[in-house]
Antibody, heavy 122, light 108 residues
Framework: QLQLQESGPGLVKPSETLSLTCTVS??????????WGWVRRPPGKGLEWIGN???????YYNPSLKSRVTISADRSKSQFSLTLNSVSAADTAVYYC??????????????WGKGTTVTVSS | EIVMTQSPATLSVSPGERATLSCRAS???????LAWYQQKLGQAPRLLIY???TRATGIPVRFSGSGSGTEFALTISSLQSEDVAVYYC?????????FGGGTKVDIK
């Protein structure tokens, strides 16, 4: 059974870098049928798509975060990662890693990790 | 960016009654590329509906999706206590992928 598990620091200081890793078990992250992404939910707000990475290594990012975001993958470890630079309190959120099913024309999220809470505070 | 607007923000329904949630897109969504998710308190979101009207694996038949163009709906035909949750719609017709702000469903 496919499982996604987020890991990383729960507290990050303002202006520093947020780094999270998602470990995938039960499936390969090399399938062309899927890509792998990140979604977050700030407290009291709705869901926000951050970006994704394809089996080719290509990435798509939300323009609202594009200048600060990098998503990468280590297929040998079945992991993909999120890096968000220059964080502020507005980046405080629950971060979810997701499997995106490549549908038509784009993707929806068919499997979600349990989420990890990241707080930005000094 | 496509803005998804959900209404109402909160919906209180008696057990066994019908709940209808709305989702409106700021531009036409083609190919019925609209999904619905359920998020219970303290849990990750779960895929309910994709393609505007196709139930995901294991989703009870009381959940149904409908709509096209810019207007979509999620209907729970007979609300159960376990359906208390926040429901989100998501369009997958345009980059970036975007979600609605959510509708909270609770028991009256």
């Amino acid at each position: 059974q496919l499982q996604l598990q987020e890991s990383g620091p729960g507290l990050v200081k303002p202006s520093e870098t947020l780094s999270l890793t998602c470990t995938v078990s039960g499936d390969s992250i090399s399938s062309s049928s899927y890509c792998w992404g990140w979604v977050r939910r700030p407290p009291g707000k709705g869901l926000e798509w951050i970006g994704n990475i394809f089996d080719s290594g290509a990435t798509y990012y939300n323009p609202s975060l594009k200048s600060r975001v990098t998503i990468s993958a280590d297929r040998s470890k079945s992991q993909f990662s999120l890096t968000l630079n220059s964080v502020s309190a507005a980046d405080t959120a629950v971060y979810y890693c997701v499997r995106e099913l490549r549908s038509h024309p784009l993707h929806y999220m068919d499997v979600w990790g349990k989420g990890t809470t990241v707080t930005v505070s000094s | 960016e496509i803005v998804m607007t959900q209404s109402p923000a909160t919906l209180s329904v008696s057990p066994g009654e019908r709940a209808t949630l709305s989702c409106r897109a700021s531009q036409t969504i083609t190919s019925s590329s609209l999904a619905w998710y359920q998020q219970k308190l303290g849990q990750a979101p779960r895929l309910l509906i994709y393609g505007a009207s196709t139930r995901a694996t294991g989703i009870p038949v009381r959940f149904s999706g409908s709509g096209s163009g810019t207007e979509f709906a999620l209907t729970i035909s007979s609300l159960q206590s376990e359906d208390v949750a926040v429901y989100y719609c998501q369009q997958y017709n345009y980059w970036p992928l975007t979600f609605g702000g959510g509708t909270k469903v609770d028991i009256k």
